[in-house]
């Protein structure tokens, strides 16, 4: 799975620490996701995406491996 969770976040200039707080995760949790070590679970998804204000699809991709 590809994400776009860094881009997003910078583009809305908060920290890995600032997004955690806001879905009450941590912020290595954050940076697992962003790193594609760790897949949100879709409440996790959802919030993130919430935040962003984009589509879910568009925060995560499914990519050929998947």
Request: no cysteine; glycine share 4%.
């Amino acid at each position: 799975m590809i994400n776009h969770v860094k881009r997003y976040r910078v583009e809305l200039g908060i920290t890995q620490q600032e997004l955690g707080d806001l879905l009450k995760v941590s912020r290595q949790t954050i940076f697992s996701i962003e790193t594609g070590k760790y897949v949100p679970s879709t409440i996790l998804s959802l919030k993130i995406s919430k935040i962003f204000n984009k589509s879910v699809e568009e925060v995560f991709v499914l990519d050929k491996n998947d």
